[in-house]
Nanobody, 126 residues
């Protein structure tokens, strides 16, 4: 049984920071790319940042460049995915989801991701 569990969301003032984490367990996922998506009320779920299987390559959307950093730790039985979010803005408010892709390299399309976490709420107040 594949399980992705996010943590670290919360309420923060504009300009503040949060660190999201995701633990992927149930199978060996060290050879799969992973990513973070977010969904704001009334909007489509969008790609935020992705990282390849080894952690050597990352990608993110322009709106978070220079503020968000994605990283991963391929431990023996669990893969940990992180998203360090700095200089947060009210427009970053959304539910954030971690996801496991079918690929080695970073992909941005939702349909390239097989497994999803339940999401964690991030709220940035102005």
């Amino acid at each position: 049984q594949v399980q992705l569990v996010e943590s670290g969301g919360g309420l923060v003032q504009a300009g503040g920071s949060l660190r999201l984490s995701c633990a992927a367990s149930g199978r060996t996922f060290s050879n799969r790319a992973m990513g973070w998506f977010r969904q704001a009320p009334g909007k489509e779920r969008e790609f935020v940042a992705g990282i390849n299987w080894s952690g050597s390559s990352t990608s993110c959307v322009d709106s978070v460049k220079g503020r968000f950093t994605i990283s991963r730790d391929n431990a023996k039985n669990t893969v940990y995915l992180h998203l360090q979010m700095n200089s947060l803005k009210p427009e970053d408010t959304a539910i954030y989801f971690c996801a496991l892709s079918r690929t080695l390299g970073v992909v941005t399309a939702r349909n390239q991701y097989d497994y999803w976490g339940q999401g964690t709420q991030v709220t940035v107040s102005s």
